[in-house]
T-cell receptor, first 113, second 112 residues
Framework: EPEVTQTPSHQVTQMGQEVILRCVPISNHLYFYWYRQILGQKVEFLVSFYNNEISEKSEIFDDQFSVERPDGSNFTLKIRSTKLEDSAMYFC???????????FGPGTRLLVL | DAKTTQPTSMDCAEGRAANLPCNHSTISGNEYVYWYRQIHSQGPQYIIHGLKNNETNEMASLIITEDRKSSTLILPHATLRDTAVYYCIVRRDTGTASKLTFGTGTRLQVTL
């Protein structure tokens, strides 16, 4: 069964450093998402991406964040200058069509020191 | 999107049916009810969704009341591996966006 994959599974970085989280959505899916979950808190929507552009973003997704689909298979989330409060699990999700279920990856645990 | 209300936690004996309720009294006619679950810190897992009619798949059944103000997710024969946090989400699709808004969910504990 096709799955969303994410790398790395864990990432430790120093405050102020740039990180890139990578995702390979399910093949033939057209809609892509990033969510995050701070330890012990709710899963929060960050951004949705369709047709090579952002279709919606939350207040969390400020200028420090960016997303890209550099080729036909990868979907990346970049945090330009990490802060302590960026420490969280980051989940990528994809969906074949608008209004269909979103399928989530296993997540990347980001720890900012 | 409509707000949902779920019990904080529930217990279920292994092999019995787990019935997880959700209230969504402000749901609009074009909003779907989705159920996801999250096992420990894994990525949320899609279970089932519906608009008006009851739905069933290999994982669960979804019963939506006629007025659509509440729904129940049924796991027919719960196992220990079904221990997870279950999220009821009401979602409306607009334009090219269809984000999921997660609440705190119901923590289901399946016991021997």
């Amino acid at each position: 069964e096709p799955e969303v994959t994410q790398t790395p599974s864990h990432q430790v970085t120093q405050m102020g450093q740039e990180v890139i989280l990578r995702c390979v959505p399910i093949s033939n899916h057209l809609y892509f998402y990033w969510y995050r979950q701070i330890l012990g808190q709710k899963v929060e929507f960050l951004v949705s991406f369709y047709n090579n552009e952002i279709s919606e973003k939350s207040e969390i997704f400020d200028d420090q964040f960016s997303v890209e689909r550099p080729d036909g298979s990868n979907f990346t989330l970049k945090i330009r200058s990490t802060k302590l409060e960026d420490s969280a699990m980051y989940f990528c999700a994809s969906s074949p069509r608008l209004g269909w279920a979103q399928y989530f990856g296993p997540g990347t645990r980001l720890l900012v020191l | 999107d409509a707000k949902t209300t779920q019990p904080t936690s529930m217990d279920c004996a292994e092999g019995r049916a787990a019935n997880l309720p959700c209230n969504h009294s402000t749901i609009s006619g074009n909003e779907y009810v989705y159920w996801y679950r999250q096992i420990h810190s894994q990525g949320p897992q899609y279970i089932i969704h519906g608009l008006k009619n009851n739905e069933t798949n290999e994982m669960a059944s979804l019963i939506i009341t006629e007025d659509r103000k509440s729904s129940t997710l049924i796991l027919p024969h719960a196992t220990l591996r079904d221990t997870a946090v279950y999220y009821c989400i009401v979602r409306r699709d607009t334009g090219t966006a269809s984000k999921l808004t997660f609440g705190t969910g119901t923590r289901l504990q399946v016991t021997l």
